[in-house]
Every structure is written in C-alpha cells, then in structure tokens.
C-alpha cells in the first residue's frame, strides 16, 4: 500500500466479499514487523523473514467463524502461512486461503 498507492490484495478481497455477501474486516490482521522483500531469498529465508510479523486484533470476532484470508500472489507460501499462524494461534476458526495467482 505504501509503495504503490493500493492493496491489490484488499481489492480482491473486496470483490470476494461482494459476490458472497460477506463482511471484510481489513483490520482484524495487522502486520507488527515490517520484513525485506522475499523475491531473491530461498524458502527457509522467506519463512523465517516473516515469522511473527503478524497479529490478531480482535480474536473474540474470530470465534467459531470461517476465516478467508485473501492474497494477491504466493510463491512459497510463507507470508500467508505466516499471516494464518497468527489467526490459529488466538481463535477457534476454521481458515481458508484464497490467492489469484502462483509464482
């Protein structure tokens, strides 16, 4: 957001939650450590380069819920992992991963 001027990923979320009906809650994940960019670094690099970089705000919303996370491009997975280890670690909620392309 701060690089380009917008989140490809929250427009993909919004069009998501148009077509289900559905609530977006851009608030409930926050990234609390800023990480390099993982495009040059090897998998085990990008796993731990995003270890811990997020939390769950509001876990009491998350409880018995069905949670989908949404991104824009994942290539080893790693931010998205750990962006859905964060939400695991603070609810009972069942979580689902949406992306719209693979590297």
């Given at each position: 957001m701060k690089a380009r001027g917008y989140n490809q990923s929250d427009a993909l979320?919004?069009?998501?939650?148009?077509?289900?009906?559905?609530?977006?809650?851009?608030?409930?994940?926050?990234?609390?450590?800023?990480?390099?960019?993982?495009?040059?670094?090897?998998?085990?690099?990008?796993?731990?380069?995003?270890?811990?970089?997020?939390?769950?705000r509001s876990t009491n919303k998350l409880t018995g819920k069905h949670i989908l996370l949404v991104d824009d491009v994942v290539t080893t997975g790693a931010t998205i992992a750990a962006a859905a280890q964060a939400i695991q670690d603070v609810a009972d909620c069942k979580l689902s991963v949406a992306v719209l392309a693979q590297a």
């Open positions: 979320a919004d069009g998501i939650a148009k077509v289900l009906s559905v609530d977006v809650d851009k608030l409930l994940l926050e990234r609390v450590r800023n990480s390099p960019s993982q495009t040059k670094m090897k998998r085990i690099d990008r796993d731990e380069n995003v270890e811990g970089a997020f939390i769950c």
